[in-house]
């Protein structure tokens, strides 16, 4: 049994959807980031960074969502949530995660979280960040849109795990500012998404 | 043929000894980022980011370095650069390159790059992201050397890209303010990595 350890509104979300998906038996577990659950000794003993996704399996903890995506669809090949057998597709995927991964949740962070790279005092520069955070995330989505999304999914015709991950992240851009409808293509993605019954199962869970 | 991009002093020399120990055939071609070369239409066609590494294969292009990483193990595996026979330690290989990619880079980056995040103009917004760096460096690397580096490589026993991008990353810290020497399992892990000929082949041709 694998448990699966997450906090509502956060990338968590896309390796959740990835196990509902893959039919696997696993239990979820909520933090509450508001009482500092993910700062408990007993938490850090699972994820020593204090931050979810975490999934514990039989053989140890996995964490970072590019790494539990994968790992999902490797251990549940009968989900085909990923091309596991094409090492250039598998890149192209991974090239996809890598990019929301470290630069459109960076881009997203600096709006809440700036106090990780600066003096958590220093409000100008706080204020400084938050202010680009619009633009920010429309350039990124707009890469996205003309250059990354193949379509009708991320990937072209095969709907996997980058869907999911992209999904997460677009759910984001109205709190920072931006407009979907910016993005015709990633706009009809989330709307085909949210169509989906596990989709939303697995947000339901989180919004409540 | 692979083509492969890169720029001097950019996580790019990862992906680069990955090649280089792949024992696979391919061509390195330089950016001069002074130059603005990675911003030229020429290579915007490559690799619409406008940033290094890009690996140019028969199927089309491939970015960000934990893809390329893992790709350039699976296409050369006699080289044996990734567990990428067990999903579970491949998922530990990415967990690990994904902390390098989205956190440890990230964190350097608000040295020279703050002003992805802020207003190019805005120097006490640019400064205060400085001013923080050697601490969220040497906060990473704490949890590198005590927390994720098995020894006496990486991921334990067996020498691989992890390997590769860790010490990429390590050769950051004393330009970010950090002794290496804080962390003797990653320095040590640095000098036996600089003991390798492949190593000083690819670190001289980054340095010339």
Known sequence: MLTFYY???TCALASHLALEFSGAPYEAKRLDFKQQQQRTPEYLKI??????PALVTERGVLTETP??????????PQA???????PFLLAKANEFNSYLCSTVHVNHAHKGRGYRWVDPDDGAA????KKKVPQTMAESFTLIEEQMFKG???????FGTSDM???????WLEG????????????DHMRRMEAMPQVQKIVALHQA
């Not at 994820?47 to 979810?52: D, E, I, S």
């Not at 706080?126 to 960040?129: C, E, F, Q, S, W």
């Not at 009708?152 to 095969?158: A, C, D, R, S």
């Not at 920072?176 to 706009?187: E, H, L, T």
């Open 80 to 86: 085909a949530l990923a091309p596991i057998d094409d």
């Open 126 to 129: 706080l204020d400084a960040m």
């Open 165 to 171: 991950y992209l999904y997460t992240l677009s759910r």
């Open 152 to 158: 009708p999914w991320v990937l072209g015709e095969k």
């Open 67 to 76: 790494a539990l995506l994968q790992y999902i669809a490797q251990a549940f």
């Open 7 to 9: 906090a509502p509104g």
């Open 47 to 52: 994820n020593p960074k204090g931050r979810v």
């Open 176 to 187: 920072d500012g931006v407009d979907v409808q910016r993005f015709p293509r990633v706009a």
